[in-house]
């Protein structure tokens, strides 16, 4: 798999990483993987009732961006303390493609000595407790899937842009969303950072690069 990367111009929107996923899965055969950052910004499913779900005040009133995504899937919230993770294969089986993905990443946080495990709504935790959302989107003969990765994500922020519906959380059999979420920082040794987390991510699943 190769490790894309990306040209050097700065921080983009959110939304300008959405279209690098397609412009790398219309244009390079290879699996390819990379992870990049954003602005604190708020990423709402395709099929998602933006007002249902996001707290569209709070978000303005704090400059944080509201972007939809084409994949389907949940409402997340991204900052600088958060790693997005985009994985592109040949197109399959959605389910063969995330047991693929999911799999490789819980292994990967495995290795690092954290006891991390697949949800069954493709999610991982670790501690019990989710570290990771993701979600897919197919092109014509490619597959994405793109997913959150929490190392430091300020969750006060987290709380107040999103709002979840109440029987999403009764579902969970929590409260907030503040229950059920954590940050790897809060489970790996204090030397460890959001940079090396990045590289020690792109060595795991890539052996090969290449430099849009």
Known sequence: MKNVILPDIGQQSLS?????EEQVARQIDDDAFFVWQSDPTVIIGRNQV???EVNIE???DHNIEIVRRKSGGGCVYSDKGNIMISYISRRGDVSAVFDRY????TACLCSLGL????SD???VLVGGMKVSGNAFHQLPDRSIVHGTLLFSTDFDVL????RPPVEKLVRHGIRSVRQRVANLSDFLPSDWNVERLKQYLVDYFTDDSITL
């Open 102 to 105: 999911l799999s490789a990443l």
């Open 159 to 162: 709380e107040q842009a999103i």
């Open 50 to 52: 933006l007002e249902a």
């Open 121 to 123: 709504r493709n999610d």
């Open 58 to 60: 709070y978000c303005r």
């Open 16 to 20: 300008y990483y959405l279209a690098v």
């Open 115 to 118: 006891d991390a495990v697949r």
